[in-house]
């Protein structure tokens, strides 16, 4: 997903933790506190990605957390608002940072496999409870990485997803993602992501309105192929009006594209507008009634047998 430009804004009391954040220039290791969340940036460790930890946590239900298309670290306050819930996060890029791709192809699953043992070995994570979070993209990376590494994956969410292996950016006639070598899923001749191999609860959410791609019916093909398998472990929420920007997940104003006339409209030096459907009310609307659903999932996770 090509997210909104980011602007600052007032939220939720949860988000004091974020706005009381402070950063410090340490040698390159970012490194942030506050009341409720710490975060630093794992050195020597195989990736690229910032840790969000809660003041207390030990034995948690742990998020692997990635974005879309722009690539790169989240720069707004999802991640450090799930740590405030209470969840470790691992906030992981994986292309457009340094040493990283720099292009959506090509992307190795064994990448990801590092940084899941990573985050099992932490003191703070239950590694029986570890869910993959992602957007668009990411959101079929997470349903992706969840069905493939099913005894390190524990439950899998995806805002505006894809129920289908997608092709490279910029190039789609390229692989996005591959493993030990090859494409994943056979790509491009696969069908569905085989979300009924993921070991745990999926939870996914789509817009009807979406204009980048039909992210609503995508959430109703991953539901149904989870039930044509015998499994009800699935929350699917599709909201008619929404479009893709329901992908900013927090239940608050997203900030604007850089087209300030036309809302969800992304104007790029080099390629064609991108819309991305919706309307700003129709998609804080979802994003509100998605959250505390979102929350209800992860808690359940957290309470379940492990």
């Not at 604007?256 to 036309?262: A, G, L, R």
Request: hydrophobic letters at 45%.
């Amino acid at each position: 997903m090509t997210r909104p430009r980011r602007a600052p804004f007032v939220g939720l009391a949860v988000l004091a933790a974020v706005l009381s954040l402070v950063v410090c220039g340490c040698g390159g290791s970012a490194r942030a506190s506050s009341p409720l969340v710490s975060f630093e940036s794992p050195k020597a460790v195989g990736f690229y990605a910032r840790w969000y930890r809660p003041r207390v946590a030990r034995d948690r239900t742990a998020i692997l957390l990635f974005g879309g298309s722009d690539g790169g670290l989240f720069t707004d306050p999802l991640p450090a608002t799930l740590a405030a819930h209470g969840y470790p996060v691992l906030d992981l890029a994986y292309f457009r940072e340094p040493g990283l791709p720099q292009q959506l192809e090509g992307i190795r699953l064994e990448y990801f496999q590092r940084a899941l043992r990573w985050l099992a070995g932490q003191p703070q994570v239950n590694p029986k409870r570890i869910v993959t979070f992602g957007v668009s993209r990411g959101g079929e990376l997470s349903l992706i990485l969840a069905a493939s590494f099913p005894a390190l994956i524990h439950g899998a969410v995806g805002y505006v997803p894809s129920a289908y292996v997608a092709g490279g950016l910029p190039d789609p006639s390229k692989p996005a993602w591959t493993y030990r070598g090859n494409p994943v899923f056979g790509w491009p001749l696969a069908g569905t992501i085989p979300v009924q191999k993921i070991d745990g609860p999926v939870f996914v959410a789509g817009g009807g309105n979406d204009a980048l791609w039909p992210s609503g019916m995508f959430v109703r093909t991953i539901a149904q192929e989870m039930r044509d398998h015998g499994r009800r472990d699935v929350t699917a929420l599709v909201y008619p009006q929404a479009g893709h920007l329901l992908g900013y997940v927090l239940p608050l104003p997203s900030p604007p594209t850089n087209d300030k006339h036309v809302y969800g409209l992304i104007i790029n030096a080099n390629s064609p507008p991108l819309n991305l459907g919706g309307s700003a009310k129709a998609d804080l609307a979802a994003r509100k009634n998605a959250w505390p659903k979102l929350l209800a999932f992860l808690a359940h996770i957290t309470s379940a047998p492990s």
